[in-house]
């Protein structure tokens, strides 16, 4: 039997890297889904507070592309851009694309996201996962700014959301 041992220099386990988050919200699973793939909702929440989205542009299709620009309110000047492509479009119950950071022009390390949209008895429950982040480090990092997100996604949605 052969035993292995973290090292420093070994990758973090599978699990360490995966994001996953639960939220439910007081709306109809549609109107929810449609928050996520109607470009007008989306530039209206999308970001970790103080963010702005002054673009947003979904081709809502399997292999379809999307793009987002945001930044703080108070500086235009620093524009964090992240875009990926549409795997899995099932209204509105599922969700699944890719997310890479683009600030720098070239793509970088590619996620996957998966939501899984689920009507309950008061509205919907938002399962979220992204995968395979790099390191630990990554992770936590997208924890905070989606938690963030998702509070805005809150707000947009009214206080039935």
């Not at 996957?112 to 990092?141: H, K, N, W």
Request: with cysteine; aromatic share 10%.
């Amino acid at each position: 039997m052969t035993t292995r041992t973290a090292t420093a220099d070994a990758p973090p386990p599978d699990e360490a890297r995966i994001l996953r988050l639960t939220r439910r919200f007081a709306v109809p699973v549609e109107t929810l889904f449609d928050a996520w793939t109607d470009p007008a909702a989306v530039a209206r929440w999308w970001g970790p507070k103080g963010m702005v989205c002054p673009v947003c542009e979904l081709d809502l299709r399997v292999g379809g592309a999307w793009v987002t620009h945001m930044h703080a309110a108070d500086d235009p000047g620093t524009v964090y851009i992240v875009g990926g492509a549409y795997r899995e479009i099932d209204r509105p119950h599922r969700l699944a694309f890719t997310w890479s950071w683009r600030t720098d022009g070239a793509p970088g390390h590619e996620t996957l996201i998966t939501i899984d949209f689920v009507a309950t008895d008061d509205g919907a429950e938002m399962r979220f996962v992204q995968r395979l982040f790099q390191s630990v480090q990554a992770q936590q990092a997208h924890t905070e700014g989606w938690t963030s997100a998702l509070a805005c996604l809150a707000d947009y949605l009214g206080p039935e959301g």
